[in-house]
């Protein structure tokens, strides 16, 4: 199998047969009559949509879209495409991890680590329910409300406000929001961490608009692979239950790249990417339908894609271990190559990042690709589906081992948290699970740069810029308490206006709400100090989108500025959460083993 190829194409993948091709092809979004407004678009609108989000009172319901995602969710649910998966390669491999992952991790007469695995569990916050904790605060902005389905189409749509930073019809990204939404009907129903919305019909009304308004190649093939993905899914958590029989030999393991292309197609990854890229101004970057062509030949760039889920993955690992959720990188690893192969995980996200834009292959796409990562890494930390800034909080108020394993480093030494160096390669590990990245000694004066690297576009840094990094990241280092924390919130708004003014952007207004946003997502976020957590998302989402108000260059500099900054913050500073949780598992897992050891 070619990774590169089988994260993009279902066929190349071996996930299709011709039986379910042809089941596939029963499914789409609207007709095609329409034609792109601009020339060769693979992404198109049939009609506007006149919702607009946190305004609005009621979710549109068009009854030909949701007919179409209904017969997408029976489709899913067939026999015949759940069977056909059962048979071929991912059937194999998801009765190999699910029973490798009931040995090593679930069962705690076997595995030493499943103990701190369960103590994790239950001191952390359950995850979901959050359709009725921004529910609260919609009806608090707008007592006119009457359609909780509108949160879970949101903070969705805002995945292609934060992520794809460059979009220029303001349009689209709100109706994308709706058609990823069908994704939920198959994720969220009957889930134990569903957002608390009831039954399947929340989420096809939110996703019929999208089904009904976008046409052309990439909407099309997005609804079908959202189809493939959701029959995956239904086929692994019936196994992880024990519905369906899966191979009872522990010691049977997968490969990194098969459990990523599970985890790319599970995770509706493809088609959330194929719809944008079919859009303006990405579509000089794919083919035909949304493909990203540079993503086929660059691994630095594939695997930053990749980031996307990962983060997911290590926000996610204690509530999908309680879960028996198989699909989650990070919990594979550790059943297969122990505490060594997830301590590290973390920082190694950041690496790929930082890769990523230091790439001299010369292909086009990878500042693309690195603000798709940076809008990311803020989105699990931020939306209160993912429980974050409580999960820390969690952790910390647990005392004693736990509290230290998750505590970020002592002052003094951050910095060298931050450092480290990441082979290349499409993958974080290699064929066994030993981790692809190494630690290794890095400067102020290096991680500045990356900052300043994060926060412009193809620019060379200005002096003002890297100063204020170096200061930043400097003052991170040192400081020795929490109110010395808490103050170092000014130092990354420096970076914001420093970022800003190499853009001639100083006077921006609408770039006066990300600044306090910064502030407060420092606080809040990479601190996990007290946040009303469904508050500051949408007015963080709120700011964001009001970007999209200025001119496309402006815009565009303020977003890459601000998701610059954020991600630098929390990747660069020494307190990185996604450190701290990964690093935090490792050190408790390594732990019971000693324990263990005779």
Not at 212 to 231: H, K, S, V
Not at 284 to 299: N, R, V
Not at 550 to 568: E, I, N
Request: net charge neutral; hydrophobic share 40%; proline share 6%.
């Amino acid at each position: 199998m070619n990774i590169a190829y089988a994260l993009w194409d279902a066929d190349r993948a071996g996930l299709t047969t011709p039986e379910t091709e042809t089941l596939l092809r029963t499914v789409h979004t609207a007709a095609g009559e329409a034609h792109p407004a601009d020339g060769d678009a693979a992404t198109y609108l049939v009609a506007p949509s006149a919702y607009r989000p946190y305004v609005s009172t009621t979710m549109p319901r068009d009854g030909g879209g949701y007919r179409m995602a209904a017969r997408a969710l029976r489709v899913s649910r067939s026999p015949g495409l759940q069977q056909s998966l059962l048979d071929g390669w991912v059937g194999d491999a998801l009765r190999r991890l699910t029973a490798r992952q009931a040995a090593a991790l679930w069962d705690a007469d076997t595995a030493p680590i499943a103990r701190p695995l369960a103590l994790l569990n239950a001191a952390a916050p359950r995850k979901g329910n959050e359709a009725a904790v921004l529910w609260r605060e919609y009806r608090r902005r707008n007592p006119g409300a009457r359609s909780p389905e509108m949160t879970v189409r949101d903070y969705l749509g805002c995945l292609y406000y934060w992520q794809f930073q460059r979009s220029v019809d303001e349009r689209l990204p709100n109706l994308f929001g709706s058609l990823l939404t069908f994704s939920l009907a198959v994720d969220f129903v009957d889930a134990a961490d569903g957002a608390g919305l009831d039954g399947e019909d929340p989420y096809l009304v939110a996703a019929s608009e999208g089904f009904a308004a976008l046409a052309g190649a990439a909407p099309n093939r997005m609804a079908r692979e959202m189809t493939l993905g959701g029959a995956i899914s239904y086929v692994k958590d019936a196994m992880a239950r024990g519905d369906r029989a899966a191979d009872r030999n522990p010691e049977l393991s997968l490969t990194p790249d098969e459990l990523f292309t599970i985890r790319q197609w599970d995770g509706f990854h493809t088609p959330l990417l194929r719809l944008a890229f079919g859009s303006r101004p990405y579509r000089h970057l794919t083919d035909g339908s949304g493909t990203y062509l540079p993503a086929l030949a660059c691994p630095d760039i594939a695997r930053v894609f990749g980031n996307a889920l990962r983060y997911d993955d290590v926000v996610d690992a204690i509530a999908d271990w309680g879960n028996h959720e198989t699909c989650n990188e990070l919990l594979t690893a550790l059943a297969h190559a122990g505490p060594g192969a997830v301590h590290g995980y973390g920082d190694a996200l950041a690496q790929a990042l930082d890769a990523t834009l230091a790439c001299a292959c010369g292909r086009p796409g990878h500042e693309e690709a690195a603000e798709y990562a940076m809008g990311f890494n803020l989105f699990y930390l931020l939306v209160p589906r993912y429980v974050f800034r409580r999960q820390l909080a969690a952790l910390h108020r647990a005392g004693g081992d736990v509290a230290e394993a998750f505590a970020p480093p002592a002052a003094g030494t951050r910095l060298r948290s931050a450092g480290g160096r990441l082979a290349s390669g499409w993958t974080l590990h290699t064929e066994d699970w030993r981790p692809r990245w190494r630690p290794a000694a890095s400067t102020v004066e290096a991680l500045a740069r990356r900052v300043a690297r994060r926060c412009l576009s193809g620019a060379a840094a200005p002096a003002r810029l890297v100063a204020a990094a170096e200061s930043a990241l400097a003052r991170c280092d040192r400081a020795d308490d929490d109110d010395a924390c808490r103050r170092l919130t000014q130092d990354w708004q420096d970076v914001f206006d420093a970022a800003l003014a190499a853009g001639g952007l100083t006077n921006t207004p609408q770039a006066a709400p990300l600044r306090r946003a910064i502030g407060r997502l420092w606080g809040s976020v990479v601190l996990a100090g007290a946040a009303d957590d469904a508050r500051l998302f949408i007015e963080t989402d709120i700011a964001v989108r009001a970007t999209f108000g200025l001119p496309d260059d402006a815009g565009r500099r303020v977003r890459r500025a601000f998701f610059g900054v954020t991600s630098s913050a929390v990747d660069h500073s020494g307190f990185s959460p996604y450190g701290r949780i990964a690093n935090g598992i490792g050190t408790l897992c390594r732990s019971a083993e000693r324990d263990r050891t005779p």
